[in-house]
């Protein structure tokens, strides 16, 4: 009779070959094992510059970062987690850099949670602050808007008066800014002009609010305006250093760049994108975008060419100075549009098309207006049916600002005469 069964003498053996199998099958793996040592290696760092150094230190290495980070949330949901509020807001940041919505969710809570435990204002309002920053990174605005909400309602005390305003009035800036992505900019105008009349006439903070609340809901002549006098304000802050003063024009001549081309003001445009590369020839930003209005409106093409080429080329060098290694260099989305935009002017449509395909395969370049070009470029080749794909791509891709409304609206006519 034949059996099924373990062989007589080897049943101990096996028996004991089986438990040890269950012991490593419960036991983490080596590599497992060693990311939970560097997540509570984290609970020892002390001391704010620390602090930043370890986040930019993880942050350097992405690929490690988003390997270490389901583990450390592993251990985050435990029942008696062994991560101090330093390791979780540690995490929490890498999360967020790293574009980790549900870590990132994880570990704000959790700092948020600590915090309260503490009755520490200045953890509690970073780690709100982080968490709506990242939910509107993200585009979650009512996430965002909820997570604002949910701080401001919170009751200052004696002690913590003056810290909980400042966080206050942080939480309250990107609580309009979310009303306002979400398409509800009356109600966003609304609440700007509310914190305006609260302020004093020369807090050219609040007023750059308002200009870009101004901008999101179409009302870009307002908010040329408005910028024009928050440019003029700080001019006369004297409590801003040279530097300071230079930074913050720089910033608010940047947005009047863009907001004379939503006016079709190119030569106001230009000016200031002019003024701005005086100051810093080698910035990126500035060079794409007096490359780009040049080119979208048919002006100085070959300049316009080169301007954006250097864009390219000059963001690279940055990012490897930043300590990008070489073979992890990534090329912006958004210069990427722009050069394949200028070729196309250029009618070198073959090559127009190679950039602006490699645009869209970033996450960053899922844009209506990129979508847009490339479709163009696939008519102009004669390929009909993918310039039709490329334009249903652009209208999923559409955000809820006015300006790309409008532009939906338009590419939805383009659709139409195409289809």
């Known amino acids: 009779m034949r059996t099924f069964g373990i062989l007589p003498g080897r049943g101990l053996a096996l028996t004991a070959l089986l438990i040890l199998a269950g012991w490593a099958a419960a036991a983490p793996a080596p590599e497992e094992a060693a990311l939970r040592e560097k997540a509570l290696q984290l609970n020892l760092v002390t001391g704010s510059d620390a602090i930043r150094g370890q986040i930019l230190t993880l942050l350097e290495d992405e690929a490690g970062a988003k390997k270490l980070l389901p583990v450390a949330v592993q251990m985050a949901r435990q029942k008696d987690q062994p991560l101090n509020v330093t390791a979780v807001y540690i995490l ?84 309009i800014m979310a009303l306002a992505k979400q398409g509800k900019t009356d109600e966003a105008l609304r609440e700007v002009n509310a914190l305006v009349k609260r302020a004093r006439a020369e807090n050219w903070l609040v007023l750059e609010l308002k200009g870009w609340v101004q901008r999101e809901a179409g009302r870009s002549d307002e908010a040329a305006k408005t910028y024009e006098q928050v440019l003029a304000l700080i001019q006369k802050d004297k409590a ?124 960053e370049g899922q844009h209506i207006e990129i979508f847009d070009h490339l479709a163009e470029v696939h008519k102009a080749l004669g390929e009909k049916s993918e310039a039709v794909a490329a334009w249903k791509k652009g209208i999923a891709a559409a955000g809820t600002s006015k300006r790309e409304q409008q532009r939906k609206a338009e590419v939805e006519k383009k659709l139409k005469a195409n289809e």
């Open 92 to 175: 929490a940041r890498v999360a967020r850099g790293v574009r980790d919505l549900d870590a990132a969710q994880v570990f704000f809570r959790l700092s948020i949670d600590q915090a309260k435990k503490l009755d520490s204002t200045e953890l509690l309002g970073k780690a709100y602050q982080g968490l709506a920053d990242t939910f509107y990174e993200h585009k979650k605005y009512k996430d965002c808007l909820d997570v604002a909400q949910e701080f401001l309602e919170i009751e200052p005390t004696e002690t913590n008066v003056q810290s909980l305003g400042f966080y206050k009035s942080q939480l309250k800036r990107r609580a």
């Open 240 to 363: 801003l250093g040279d530097e300071e003063r230079t930074a913050y024009g720089g910033e608010i001549r940047y947005l009047l760049s863009n907001v004379y081309v939503d006016l079709n003001q190119v030569d106001k445009a230009a000016a200031h994108l002019k003024a701005l590369l005086e100051q810093d020839p080698d910035n990126p930003t500035y060079n794409n975008d007096l490359g780009y209005i040049w080119a979208d409106h048919d002006m100085n093409l070959a300049e316009s060419e080169k301007l954006i080429r250097k864009a390219i080329e000059k963001d690279r060098e940055r990012q490897k100075k930043d300590g990008v290694k070489p073979d992890q260099v990534k090329d912006t989305a958004a210069y990427l549009d722009s050069l394949g935009w200028v070729l196309f002017k250029q009618k070198k449509y073959k090559e127009a098309k190679e950039y602006l395909l490699r645009a869209i395969k970033d996450p």
